[in-house]
Every structure is written in structure tokens, then in C-alpha cells.
T-cell receptor
């Protein structure tokens, strides 16, 4: 079946370090990947979109990559801060089908 | 302010009692969608709508109905709720199908 998987349910890192979150897809070829941030009790908020023909996208301290050979997207937060603590969702879109991963809960400790 | 508004935010009901969760967006978006979010399963799409009077099933449509009579509104209807529909529900909209999704704040539904 078509899947978007975020392998780590939770990730704990120290403030100032780079957080790297992974999103893998199987039996699926997304034309776009999107990343969202979700805080407890709130709806997801869009962060970045990357197309299959783009290898990398950046926005301030955020960077996302898209590797169609590995069928993987990596999401990086550099110089992480406690305020970055949240759940991050990966979503893939192809042919009218949008699928979300289960999310990775990131905790940045001071 | 651009937003997606869902109501109610919290609801406890009993099996079989019909309910409607409303969703409204003020961004003139063509695309709207409903998701449910369950622990460990992530967001799963229930129904989506590409435009007025155009709706289609997502991954988990059983037990749900939707309608899109106006561009701004996309209500989710549970004709006969069951306990397995206890979940956190999100409405979302975007300018186009593959674009950035704007989510509502969620509706937490408990069916006893």
C-alpha cells in the first residue's frame, strides 16, 4: 500500500544543535512533499513545500531535501530553540492524493 | 484575518445521534478537505472537495457524509455516529489541490 512514514515518533535534542527529521515513502511517487508544524491542541501549520525536481529548499533556519532515489525527505532545523518543540508532519501529494505521515514529536531542551 | 473556522471545537455525543461539524473558510479557496487524526495513525483524509458541488472520498469515508453547496462551507455529517468515530477532526482548505493547506483548529469528538 502507499505509505508516507516518519520513522521517529520522538526526537530529543539540545538547544543550539541541528534537528534532522526523516520522511520516507513507499509504493508512492509524490510530486510534492510538504512539511507542517503542529502544536498541542492546534491545527497543523504549513512550513515548506518541495517539488520532486528540487533537491533542496531553505527558509530561515529550516531546510528540506527531497531524494527521489532514496525515496526520502529530510527536514532540518538549525540552531534549534526550545520554541521549536512541536510535532512535525510530512505530507506527500501525487495525482489528487495527499498523504500524511504520523509525525515526529521534537523536543528541544535548554 | 485569513482563517478556517470549525464548530464545535469539542463535542460529546451518544451512538446514533446525528451530528454535523461545520467548516468555513474566508480565503475563497476552491479546495477543501476533512481529516481525522488518531494517535499513531496521523492525519487520514475523509472527504475532499475540488469545488462547489464536487466532492470525493478520501481514505476513510465510511460513516461520513459531506456537502459543498457554497464555496466557503464544507460541513462534515455523521448520520449515525459510532464509538470508532471518536477522534480529532480537522478541516483544511487551499487555493488549489496541491497547494499549502490551511487548517482549522480542530474538533474533538467523543462518541459514547
Amino acid at each position: 500500500s502507499q505509505k508516507i512514514e516518519q520513522n521517529s515518533e520522538a526526537l530529543n535534542i539540545q538547544e543550539g544543535k541541528t534537528a534532522t527529521l526523516t520522511c520516507n515513502y513507499t509504493n508512492y511517487s509524490p510530486a510534492y512533499l510538504q512539511w507542517y508544524r503542529q502544536d498541542p491542541g492546534r491545527g497543523p501549520v504549513f512550513l515548506l513545500l518541495i517539488r520532486e525536481n528540487e533537491k533542496e529548499k531553505r527558509k530561515e533556519r529550516l531546510k528540506v531535501t527531497f531524494d527521489t532515489t532514496l525515496k526520502q525527505s529530510l527536514f532540518h532545523i538549525t540552531a534549534s530553540q526550545p520554541a521549536d518543540s512541536a510535532t512535525y508532519l510530512c505530507a506527500g501529494y501525487n495525482n489528487n492524493d495527499m498523504r500524511f505521515g504520523a509525525g515526529t514529536r521534537l523536543t528541544v531542551k535548554p | 484575518e485569513a482563517q478556517v473556522t470549525q464548530n464545535p471545537r469539542y463535542l460529546i455525543t451518544v451512538t446514533g445521534k446525528k451530528l454535523t461539524v461545520t467548516c468555513s473558510q474566508n480565503m475563497n479557496h476552491e479546495y477543501m478537505s476533512w481529516y481525522r487524526q488518531d494517535p499513531g495513525l496521523g492525519l487520514r483524509q475523509i472527504y475532499y472537495s475540488m469545488n462547489v458541488e464536487v466532492t470525493d472520498k478520501g481514505d476513510v469515508p465510511e460513516g461520513y457524509k459531506v456537502s459543498r453547496k457554497e464555496k466557503r462551507n464544507f460541513p462534515l455529517i455523521l448520520e449515525s455516529p459510532s464509538p470508532n468515530q471518536t477522534s480529532l477532526y480537522f478541516c483544511a482548505s487551499s487555493l488549489k489541490r496541491a497547494g499549502e493547506l490551511f487548517f482549522g483548529e480542530g474538533s474533538r469528538l467523543t462518541v459514547l
